[in-house]
């Protein structure tokens, strides 16, 4: 499934059988696909080990994405997120119930997975609520652990923090939540400020997965990779997705343009030829509520320092967003 389907099922707007694409449909010509346990990973060998096999490669590609680690804030497990399927599914069942009270939108470390969904959950909750009638009565804030909404388009930043001020949802950015305290109703920040909280909806801490962890491939929780190649350490083992440290989020679409340019290095290696290095590019639709939907378009690698163009929200940029997902669906899994 996609990442932004999340808040649609979060919000009713989906169910979770819909977003879903099944493994079983990926049918490539050329292309043995197996459903299988990764249990080992031997970067030095390029051997992998699965609950089933042990498969020798001559090219490796590691993309395992990234995990959430519960354990790294205190409490975080006896309340509710909202970046898995079932933390979703969970929490559309509750908001229906909550009808008054302090929400609180909290992110509990970063590097994660689509920096602007925080912001999209706050603004789609305060929709939410406005069409339930009980908006005037319940309190939205939201902690950042980033400068900025979107820290690489100041113009981006501008409108949702406008936004957030509209709708009297209150901002902290810099802030991460580092504990929780459920039966209390108190998160406390990385700065040991308390905030009160009747509904808790969390970001948890990311990190890649154990077996990646244990094969030596991470440092510091993640996989270093040459940006512009997805090459890590060991020879003719690349990283791409969440769990490589290429310095762009941790988002699909720069997934699926370093997985562009891994593929072009490994086509040039067996046929000869130029490989198309990794060019930090890449768009985001942000969810303003109201139906309407804003765009951004950074880039990470061009000049000095990232980029960000801004393109105002618009009811007519969902059909955008809506292609956006529906042709990698096709071009993917033939849905």
């Known amino acids: 499934m996609f990442g932004f389907s999340k808040l649609d099922v979060l919000f009713g707007h989906a169910d979770a059988k819909s977003v879903r694409m099944p493994y079983e449909k990926f049918i490539k010509q050329g292309v043995r696909f197996r459903q299988e346990t990764i249990t080992a990973i031997d970067p030095a060998a390029r051997r992998v080990t699965t609950d089933v096999s042990v498969y020798d490669a001559d090219h490796l590609v590691v993309a395992l994405g990234a995990e959430y680690d519960f354990a790294a804030t205190p409490g975080l497990s006896d309340v509710n997120e909202f970046y898995s399927i079932a933390g979703a599914m969970k929490l559309r069942d509750i908001l ?8 609180l939108i909290g992110v509990c470390g970063a590097p994660f997975k689509c920096p602007p969904a925080p912001s999209e959950c706050a603004l789609m909750l305060h929709d939410y609520l406005e069409q339930r009638g009980v908006r005037q009565a319940c309190e939205i804030s939201m902690v950042l652990p980033l400068s900025a909404p979107v820290p690489p388009s100041p113009e981006t930043s501008k409108a949702l923090i406008a936004a957030f001020a509209e709708r009297n949802i209150a901002f902290q950015a810099s802030k991460r939540i580092a ?115 804003g765009k951004v378009e950074v880039d ?23 292609e956006f997902g529906s042709s990698r669906r096709g071009r993917w899994f033939g849905m």
């Open 96 to 103: 229906p119930r909550f009808t008054r009270g302090r929400v």
């Open 300 to 322: 990470f690698f061009s000049g000095p320092k990232p980029t960000g163009t801004y393109h105002e929200p618009s009811t007519e940029l969902r059909a955008d967003k809506e």
């Open 179 to 293: 504990s929780i305290d459920a039966k209390r109703g108190v998160a406390t920040l990385d700065d040991g400020v308390e905030m009160s909280f009747d509904l808790f909806l969390g970001v948890p801490k990311h990190r890649v997965p154990q077996v990646v962890l244990d094969s030596g491939l991470a440092q510091e929780g993640w996989i270093p990779v040459k940006p512009r190649t997805l090459e890590t350490r060991f020879e003719s083992v690349y990283a791409v997705g969440d769990g490589a440290n290429t310095g762009t989020p941790k988002a699909g679409v720069f997934a699926e343009r370093a997985a562009k340019a891994v593929a072009s290095a490994l086509i040039a290696k067996v046929r000869g030829g130029t490989a198309t290095e990794y060019d930090g590019f890449g768009t985001c639709y942000i969810e303003f509520g109201g139906g309407r939907i």
